[in-house]
């Protein structure tokens, strides 16, 4: 049901559209640590380790750490079709933009409201980089 | 965002599909970013990694008929010559490492194979409008020197090669520059280790903003310390620019760092105790070791002489191999020099044009290996060896053991 689904406004960096289940990462990542066969967080002490970011909707606080292997995260990520469905990014970088271009994985910023306090772990989300909109179903 | 009609016409397609590719990454920045336009650079630096991500991007642009306008110099993969003397890699992981350079090669790069440019292979000059990547190199040639790039990513640097252009926004513009964030230190500066032991606790305060260090004692860094410090800040944050009171070059007083703007109350007070607390989460680890790995950042050659000086002509155990990555130019000054074959005959050995994080160095991979950088041990993380990290005399003394304390 569409009409319990609350609507923000969002700004498109890189186009496109995606759903899924919500994970929440309040940290920023170097998507180098993480396991491209499963999308799973490898890195220490990390606020989503253990967590897969898979075909997920990846609220993300940054990127963080090196130039080239940021790229490299994404790309392995890309070839084995485990990149999230779309980023939510809510400190934008240039290193994390970049990456998200080369293999045209949806991302936003600028979500109305903080994306922390409006989306939680396994809630239903739905991003449309091109109308710049994000559709939130709380996980009942 | 003003784009003249020659890089339209570019986005467009119309000088082929590489060049265009390139435009688009720059555009995408630009958008992203507020930028008002593109401006022309004259200097760039690759952070090439010989990983499947960087070079497929090159071979993009190559196969697209690019080729770069200014030339950027490049950071290691590894030397395929003289590695596979001693270690094996599979045909994929070789044939990776050729396709790497060939990509280079053609799209005209200078190949440096360095990852600290702004020390030797490419300086830039104060206030120079550049395009640098490699994380460790962006706070460098900010920070240290006062150039100006932004947190460019290895495929935004070659885009920025391949058009000779970056976007105008961020650390090319005054007001970005200036500090946000105050943190004191009163702390014993004593050797570079210590200052990338800083540089990690000041990146995880810091996050992507632009730290302001006000030091209780004087401090005079070198090119080591200034490269350790910016490499560990932006591995646990995202630091593109710091100031460092009295140091820096934009920073001769704490009014001009905040650039006139209220100077903040210190977010943070690092002392001696904060420095150890750091070091202690970080090198948990101890027990027999197989590899002691130094050179991430590279070595310089005065790095080079202080490992033999600590070493007071013991051996290395021969349960160990130990390894110096060095800037290609340090490494044949060595040579020149016989301090190669010096540090040679105790069993130390040095390599140029190469990084830690490739895969001629997977028969270590399972036991605990040793480094003074806590970047080393964070990026061999993901290639399965476990790192302890010490200072350099700490090394040394495990290595001559085999085995860490």
């Not at chain 1, 499963?38 to 253990?50: D, F, S």
């Not at chain 2, 005054?174 to 004191?184: H, K």
């Not at chain 2, 013991?314 to 349960?319: D, F, G, L, Q, T």
Request: glycine share 10%.
């Amino acid at each position: 049901m569409a009409d319990d689904m609350k609507v923000y406004k969002c700004r498109k960096i890189v186009k496109g559209s995606g759903c899924g289940e919500a994970v929440v990462s309040t940290d920023a990542m170097c998507f180098y640590l993480t396991d491209p066969q499963t999308g799973v967080v490898i890195e220490r002490n990390h606020a989503i380790h253990g967590k897969s970011i898979a075909n997920k909707i990846l609220v993300l606080k940054s990127g963080k750490g090196s130039s080239v292997v940021q790229v490299d995260g994404f790309y392995q990520l890309w070839v084995k079709n485990n990149l999230p469905k779309a980023i939510i990014l809510r400190d934008t970088e240039p290193v994390i933009v970049s990456s998200a271009v080369m293999v045209g994985c949806p991302m936003v910023d600028r979500m109305e409201g903080d994306p922390f306090a409006e989306i939680k772990d396994g809630d239903y989300v739905e991003v449309d980089a091109d109308k710049g909109e994000i559709k939130v179903r709380k996980k009942s | 965002m003003y784009l003249t009609d020659e890089e339209k016409r570019i986005l467009d397609g119309g000088e082929g599909p590489g060049k265009q590719k390139a435009m688009e990454m720059l555009y995408a920045l630009g958008l992203t970013f507020d930028a008002e336009k593109l401006i022309p650079i004259k200097r760039a630096h690759v952070a090439l990694s010989g990983q499947e991500g960087d070079t497929y991007w090159c071979e993009l642009l190559v196969s697209g008929g690019a080729t770069c306008a200014v030339p950027p110099t490049t950071n290691p993969y590894w030397d395929t010559d003289y590695l596979t003397k001693f270690y094996d890699v599979t045909p994929e992981e070789f044939d990776l490492a050729k396709r790497t350079g060939d990509a280079y090669r053609k799209i005209g790069a200078k190949l440096t194979y360095h990852c600290a440019p702004g020390v030797c292979t490419n300086v830039p000059f104060f206030g120079e409008h550049i395009a640098f990547s490699e994380s460790s190199a962006t706070p460098y040639v900010n920070g240290a020197l006062g150039a100006r790039s932004n947190r460019e990513s290895s495929i935004s640097a070659l885009a920025a090669g391949v058009i000779g252009k970056t976007p105008y926004y961020g650390l090319h513009i005054d007001e970005n520059r200036r500090g946000d964030l105050l943190i004191e230190v009163d702390a014993d500066m004593k050797e570079c280790y210590d200052w990338g032991i800083l540089g990690y606790c000041v990146g995880r305060i810091a996050g992507s903003h632009n730290p302001v260090l006000k030091f209780r004692n004087k401090v005079t860094p070198g090119p080591e310390d200034f490269l350790y410090f910016g490499a560990e800040a932006a591995t646990s944050g995202a630091v593109a620019m710091y100031h460092m009171i009295g140091v820096t070059p934009e920073a001769p007083t704490i009014e001009a760092a905040f650039g006139g703007k209220k100077i903040p109350t210190a977010a943070a007070v690092i002392t001696d105790k904060t420095l150890a607390d750091e070091e202690a989460t970080l090198t948990a680890n101890t027990g027999d070791i197989n590899l002691v790995m130094l050179g991430c950042p590279h070595y310089t050659y005065s790095q080079m002489l202080e490992v033999e000086r600590l070493f007071k002509d013991r051996h290395v155990s021969n349960s160990v191999a130990f390894w110096i990555l060095g800037e290609s130019g340090a490494v044949e000054l060595a040579e020149r020099s016989h301090l190669r074959q010096r540090l040679e005959l105790l069993g130390v050995r040095m390599v140029g044009d190469t990084c830690i994080d490739e895969p001629c160095w997977k028969s270590f991979e399972g036991h605990l290996g040793l480094t003074d950088s806590p970047k080393c041990a964070y990026y061999r993380e993901r290639r399965g060896q476990p790192f302890a990290i010490r200072r350099l005399s700490d090394c040394v003394e495990a290595a001559i053991k085999g085995r860490l304390d």
